[in-house]
């Protein structure tokens, strides 16, 4: 067996995956995050290690530690914190959501410029990778920064406490916004111009190589075999494409999480605002990615507010169960409630930090089923947005996506997104994808495969599939060319006055 960790925003799974791709044991554990202030979004770096450690000693009282040949971690993206020479942190972790930096952003697009940004580390000027906020300590907590040894994404932050070695992975390090994605190293100019300097980064090895070895305080902390292999990950991203096998035949992976993520792989490297280029966690390939940051978050957030009352009825459903079942009998457009789902800024493709959610057709007949459907609509909306950007780049169709995370349970959601996009969804065997990509690049670092390509296609399946309606289709087609498409062009300057009049 091999184990993949997945140490994502809400908690740290660890899952045994046998040569085909099946899990074989499994332990979880969750951790708290912290909101501050409005917009601002942190973690206790040390509740990840000792809920990964918690989650594997789960994990391995269900199996025989032996049989665990090596371990592999995958995990939030951007997220980074700030630590010691002793790899304590110096102060909470900031979360890749948070949304502080925006003067940063600012900054770094008049210094630089954000067309430069972008040729440079693949990423769009924006709020989301770590550099505007590593900026913002700089400026607002120079007393932390002058005791902050490295600075580590998540997978770094782990790897040390597991190897004792400051490393990561190219493919880990990369959504960070500080790489240098052609020369496959830290960004070294752009660094030296703000102030900052790569020796205050992690060494960086490939995605998929040998980083470390279990030590002995750590094989103390977890109970995994001391000496055991440590694999270079990737982003929770990148090992979804892989756990998807979306590594070919123009398939597309679709990650309905707390983000909604999808991509496609690419031997060259392009670069586009209409999505961000990421390593691949393949020799000489990349990830060209859509991002929306408000996905089942959204659906969360209308559950919390707004269906709380739903919890613990009498019908042993869930909250978003008992919504989706009065949902699915409304027809296609809610009864003319549609929604724009920016709950959280947006990235691809108009990189905005003051956008926000926008919600149109309100009438009284409208009830809470509504919002709920136009919920679903409309993140399906924004992937046929985004999708179309990404195929008109590439200059070639989708010919599916591959859908996994929490939201690809629900049969409405996955048959929305094939009619309103046209793409066929296929489910992905397992929910995990994220974490069966982890597990992949630990089985081929250990011999099992002789490259990702046949690994990934012999522990890799697809379930239920779900073909455009082409009735549904027609309707959703007027829908998004004539009022979803230009809805937030036309109103961004009222949304950019709304967020400078009420924001500091």
């Excluded at 202030?37 to 973690?43: D, F, K, M, V």
């Excluded at 750590?218 to 991203?237: E, F, H, K, N, S």
């Excluded at 010919?399 to 996955?414: A, F, H, P, T």
Aim: with cysteine.
């Amino acid at each position: 067996m091999v184990i993949g960790i997945d140490c994502s925003t809400t908690g740290c799974k660890a899952i045994a995956w046998n040569k085909e791709g099946k899990a074989v044991a499994e332990g979880r554990a969750t951790y708290p995050l912290l909101q501050l202030q409005t917009n601002w979004y942190e973690q206790d770096a040390s509740q990840w290690w000792q809920s990964t450690c918690n989650a594997i000693k789960q994990l391995l009282a269900q199996i025989d530690k032996k049989q665990v040949e090596a371990v592999c971690i995958t995990h939030q993206r951007e997220t980074f914190v700030a630590v010691d020479n002793e790899g304590k942190a110096v102060r909470n972790a900031i979360v890749w959501m948070d949304k502080r930096s925006r003067k940063q952003v600012n900054f770094l697009a008049e210094k630089i410029g954000a067309e430069e940004i972008n040729q440079l580390t693949g990423k769009p000027n924006s709020m989301t990778p770590s550099l505007p906020k590593i900026m913002w300590l700089t400026e607002n907590e120079p007393e932390t920064v002058a005791r902050t040894y490295k600075f580590l994404d998540v997978h770094g932050y782990l790897v040390y406490h597991l190897t004792n070695n400051f490393r990561t992975s190219l493919a880990s390090a990369d959504p960070m916004g500080v790489m240098n994605m052609q020369t496959n190293s830290w960004a070294d100019d752009l660094l030296t111009g703000l102030g900052l300097n790569t020796g205050q980064f992690a060494e960086l090895v490939p995605p998929g190589s040998i980083i470390g070895y279990v030590n002995q305080s750590a094989a103390t902390a977890t109970g995994l075999p001391q000496g055991l292999p440590v694999i270079a990950g990737a982003g929770d991203g990148q090992c979804a494409g892989l756990g998807a096998n979306a590594v070919g035949n123009n398939r597309a992976y679709l990650n309905l999480g707390t983000a909604i993520v999808s991509g496609i792989i690419s031997n060259d490297y392009l670069v586009n605002s209409a999505f961000r280029t990421m390593y691949a966690p393949i020799t000489q390939s990349y990830f060209l990615e859509t991002v929306l940051l408000g996905g089942v978050f959204t659906i969360n957030w209308f559950v919390e507010k707004f269906a709380n009352d739903l919890r613990g009825s009498n019908l042993n459903l869930s909250p978003e169960e008992i919504l989706e079942t009065a949902a699915a009998e409304l027809p296609p457009g809610a009864d003319g409630l549609m929604l724009v789902p920016y709950w959280n800024q947006v990235m691809n493709p108009y990189w905005d930090a003051s956008a926000s959610g926008i919600t149109i057709g309100w009438t009284g007949t409208h009830g809470r089923e509504h919002l709920y459907r136009a919920i679903l609509e409309g993140i399906a909306f924004e992937q046929r947005l985004v999708g179309d950007g990404v195929m008109a780049a590439m200059k070639q169709k989708f010919s599916e996506y591959v859908v996994m995370g929490g939201g690809s349970r629900s049969n409405l959601w996955c048959q929305i997104v094939a009619d309103i996009t046209g793409v066929p969804v296929v489910r992905s065997q397992t929910t995990e994808a994220t974490c069966l990509g982890a597990g992949i690049l630990a089985a081929v670092a250990v011999g099992w495969y002789a490259d990702i390509n046949i690994a990934a296609a012999s522990m890799t399946g697809t379930g239920s599939r779900f073909t455009p309606n082409s009735q549904n289709q027609a309707i959703y087609e007027k829908l998004y060319t004539e009022v979803y498409k230009p809805l937030f062009p036309t109103l961004q300057p009222l949304v950019q006055r709304l967020a400078d009049l009420t924001q500091a």
